[in-house]
């Protein structure tokens, strides 16, 4: 194949995947390049925005069509397609979203892939896709709502901005074949801007990073006019580890605001972890999982069921029902086989009042995020906190010899961690952000092109999502949300 006639290039095809309200006035834009725009109804006017992603939601609010602000500019030099298919009519090209299209050669090559969730259609049942479009290009005002609590509004950048969509990452995998025949068609459509918060997940095999298929096709989108924008990765902080090799797009590394949702936990003796707005009046019992293990319970003796709180059936329910219980960050968490969505089916299941996931001193420290749970719940990633806690709790439980629990004199509350800090460092390069310096092969030889380019807010961002979201259970049937540990972006 490599000698055929027109053949310039050919590379082993590699997995592709992805890298997932207040950052408006975070950047200055209502007062600057807004006003300039003459404000958010005008930010964007006349700008298509490409987006090769997981597809997109169409129903989400970020993306309706106000026919009361109707776009004043045709897009003349843009032509696009609206491609149906499961969850995706064509009335979902409302003309916010202009254009939407799916790849799937490669994927449906590589692996069969599941019907309930990849959808051949440009409809987004990861969430990813969504997020970033609608932090790019989400309508100005939208109201951040999960779980019934009100967030206030969320804006894109470009609110007045339009979408095509180019799917080209499905839950199940994504290649690097399907990304780079999205990338030839946002080309040949004649998107504005090219967005990539997606990319290949390793170096190539036997070229040089500039030189690699997917370098190419975004330097043909800069050389036909698109200002190509391409996220640096997420597989900070190791140097070396930045995924945007070419200096015809731009890497953009992701950083924090100012803006923190702090948790609080609030023990008997008035000790607070964390801030906290309230006092902790409605207290109740503390549990450490591993005193509520079930005596002779027929299941594995490991952490998960042990101390993790990852399996209703190892834990007695007259001892959990209606308390505050602790669940500690050990093994299952280590290698990745745990889950907060699991301590928080447990807690649903028996009736906790609570849950309080804490550091271990075994494996120290951990990264926690702000995500909206569906019970109480709070995460102490720092073992200093963890050891505060425990020795409250050891000196408030009563023990027989053996060790085993006689009486639980403890108490705790969950502090309201939904109200917003603005006191923060900012901004600050996110710890998952990828760094460079910049290399131009396997072998991570340095190159003379330093990256990433330029560092935007890409840290717990409310962005739209979708409600399947098939990667992420916890966050299933949300519709604004906010971005997470295991999808980070840059925006």
């Avoid at 999205?182 to 990073?209: F, H, K, R």
């Avoid at 997420?234 to 590394?253: D, L, R």
Wanted: one cysteine or more; hydrophobic letters at 40%.
């Amino acid at each position: 194949m490599k000698r055929a006639p027109g053949v310039k290039l050919v590379e082993r095809d590699r997995g592709a995947k992805t890298m997932t309200s207040y950052t408006p006035e975070f950047l200055g834009l209502p007062e600057g390049v807004w006003a300039e725009e003459g404000g958010d109804r005008n930010a964007g006017e006349g700008i298509v925005i490409g987006f090769v992603d997981t597809g997109i939601n169409p129903s989400h609010p970020s993306f309706a069509y106000d026919p009361t602000n109707p776009f004043a500019s045709n897009l003349s030099r843009f032509s696009g397609a609206c491609e149906e298919g499961p969850r995706f009519s064509a009335s979902s090209c409302n003309g916010k979203i202009v254009s939407a299209r799916f790849f799937s050669a490669g994927a449906q090559a590589a692996a069969a892939l599941n019907a309930s969730v990849d959808f051949l259609s440009p409809f987004d049942a990861v969430g990813h896709g969504s997020h970033v479009a609608s932090t790019a290009a989400g309508n100005s005002g939208v109201p951040v709502v999960v779980d019934g609590c009100y967030y206030g509004v969320a804006s894109g950048m470009a609110p007045r901005a339009r979408i095509a969509v180019y799917k080209a990452i499905y839950p199940s995998l994504g290649t690097l074949a399907d990304v780079v025949a999205a990338i030839d068609q946002a080309t040949a459509d004649g998107v504005d801007i090219l967005t990539l918060s997606v990319g290949p997940d390793e170096p190539p095999e036997d070229t040089l990073t500039f030189l690699n298929v997917f370098d190419i096709f975004m330097l043909f989108a800069r050389k036909a006019g698109a200002f190509v924008v391409q996220a640096a990765g997420n597989q900070g902080p190791t140097p070396y580890t930045v995924v945007s090799y070419s200096p015809w797009a731009i890497g953009v590394a992701a950083s924090t605001t100012d803006r923190t949702y702090f948790g609080s936990l609030i023990l008997g003796n008035g000790r607070k972890i964390g801030p906290t707005f309230g006092n902790g009046l409605l207290q109740y019992k503390l549990v450490l999982a591993k005193d509520a293990v079930k005596v002779g319970g027929a299941f594995p003796k490991t952490p998960p069921y042990t101390e993790e709180c990852q399996h209703p059936e190892a834990l007695d329910p007259v001892v959990v029902k209606g308390s505050v219980v602790i669940c500690t960050f050990s093994d299952g968490f280590y290698n990745g086989t745990s889950s907060v969505t699991a301590i928080v089916d447990t807690a649903r299941t028996l009736g906790f009042m609570g849950f309080a996931l804490v550091a271990n001193p075994a494996y120290g420290d951990f990264i926690a995020e702000p995500i909206p749970f569906s019970v109480p719940g709070i995460m102490i990633p720092r073992t200093s906190d963890a050891q505060v806690i425990s020795e409250y709790y050891e000196e408030q439980t009563v023990r027989d010899k053996r060790g085993i629990v006689k009486a639980y004199g403890g108490i705790a509350a969950i502090g309201d961690g939904r109200g917003a800090s603005y006191k923060g460092r900012a901004p600050v390069v996110s710890r998952f952000s990828s760094r460079g310096p910049d290399f131009i092969d396997r072998d991570r030889n340095p190159a003379d092109v330093l990256k990433p380019d330029i560092l935007a807010p890409g840290h717990q961002i409310w962005a739209a999502w979708t409600p399947i979201s098939a990667l992420d259970p916890i966050l299933f049937g949300k519709i604004t949300i906010q971005d997470h540990l295991i999808c980070q972006i840059t925006s």
